[in-house]
Structure formats: structure tokens, C-alpha cells
């Protein structure tokens, strides 16, 4: 099993940043690629952005290219998404996901493991 906890999540205005973090305990942390999804209300789950096992493969959709970077240290078993120039669109409930192996996935059915979710609202 392994254990992920979300934080960072909250109120930004337009054009803000915020930094989330994925704590991740349970098995080895470097066995696992790890994405971030996001579900807004009365959408489903999508995906944001994904890395492989030792941070070198990224891969983000199309909507947050060039605004979010997603980084991992494996020695503090974490994972962050970096969101910058956020908008409107971007509210939703943020969920950090552990990988099915050591690639980034951008599927939600490759993942077997979720956090618990962290808001995000980007409003005026």
C-alpha cells in the first residue's frame, strides 16, 4: 500500500501561483511514477501531468503547458505540482496518484493509488 497526502491547496486570485505537495509513505517511493488529475464540479477526473520514476520523463495536457511543473524529490518521498498564471478554469479539487510501475501515465486506470484531494479556487 501506499499512503499519498495532498497539501497547498487553497484561494488565489487570476494570474497567482500556488505550490501543491503529494506526501507519499507506505512502499518505496522510486517505484513509482506519479501524476496529478483534477476534478472540477459536474466534470469528470482529468488529467494534468505526469513523471517518471526519477523526475527526467514530464508530460503535462495541453491546458497547463508552460503555466505548471511537476518535480519530485525522491529523498523527501514528494511530489509538486508548481501552478503559475492560474485562471478561472483551473479550480477544482487536485489529486496526486501513484503509477502502476516506474513510467508517467496519463490515464486514470494506470494509477492504484489516490490521495485524498486538495482544493484549489482561483477567483477574484
Known amino acids: 500500500q501506499v499512503q499519498l497526502v495532498e497539501s497547498g491547496g487553497g484561494l488565489v486570485q487570476p494570474g497567482g501561483s500556488l505550490r501543491l505537495s503529494c506526501a507519499a509513505s507506505?512502499?518505496?517511493?522510486?517505484?513509482?511514477?506519479m501524476g496529478w488529475f483534477r476534478q472540477a464540479p459536474g466534470k469528470e477526473r482529468e488529467f494534468v501531468a505526469a513523471?517518471?520514476?526519477?523526475?527526467?520523463?514530464?508530460y503535462y495536457t495541453d491546458s497547463v503547458k508552460g503555466r505548471f511543473t511537476i518535480s519530485r524529490d525522491n529523498a523527501k518521498n514528494t511530489v509538486y505540482l508548481q501552478m503559475n498564471s492560474l485562471k478561472p478554469e483551473d479550480t477544482a479539487v487536485y489529486y496526486c496518484?501513484?503509477?502502476?510501475?516506474?513510467?508517467?501515465?496519463?490515464?486514470?486506470?494506470?494509477?492504484?493509488?489516490w490521495g485524498q484531494g486538495a482544493q484549489v479556487t482561483v477567483s477574484s
Open positions: 496518484a501513484a503509477g502502476r510501475g516506474t513510467y508517467y501515465y496519463t490515464r486514470t486506470y494506470d494509477y492504484n493509488y
Open positions: 507506505g512502499r518505496t517511493f522510486s517505484n513509482y511514477g
Open positions: 513523471l517518471n520514476w526519477n523526475g527526467v520523463l514530464a
